[in-house]
């Protein structure tokens, strides 16, 4: 199968910026989009940002102009660059994407999350 495993979460103060990483691995034959989501305790999860295989981006208006999302098609990685972080930035964050998988008797869409990194904006 395949799993997305995200990296880079960390405590900052406000007004930093960190690098979110989120590498697939797997049986992977291809993806399709990859996107940014987050999810703040007692709140619902919600998108951050999305990119296409053609890098076609999409963002939540909170954090249009503070945000950046990239991917490395080669190494099945999407990045996102986040900077001026606010105190209301802090949450777990979790990459997804659209993944087609391999499988003995062909292939299948299998829509991936990953477990999370946690973004601590503090001062």
């Known amino acids: 199968q395949v799993q997305l495993v995200e990296s880079g979460g960390d405590l900052v103060q406000p007004g930093g910026s960190l690098k979110l990483s ?5 049986n992977i034959f291809s993806i399709k989009d990859m996107g940014w ?6 709140k619902q999860r ?13 963002y939540a208006e909170a954090m249009k102009g503070r945000f950046t999302i990239s991917r490395d098609n080669a190494k099945n990685t999407v990045y996102l660059q986040m900077n001026s972080l606010k105190p209301e930035d802090t ?5 997804n994407a659209e993944i087609t998988v391999v499988q003995s008797v062909g292939t ?3 829509d991936t999350w990953g477990q999370g990194t946690q973004v601590t904006v503090s001062s």
């Open 46 to 58: 919600e998108l951050v940002a999305t990119i296409t295989s053609s890098g076609s981006t999409n």
């Open 91 to 95: 949450a777990v964050y979790y990459c």
């Open 22 to 26: 989120c590498a697939a691995s797997g």
């Open 108 to 110: 299948i869409i299998q």
């Open 37 to 42: 989501y987050r999810q703040a305790p007692g």
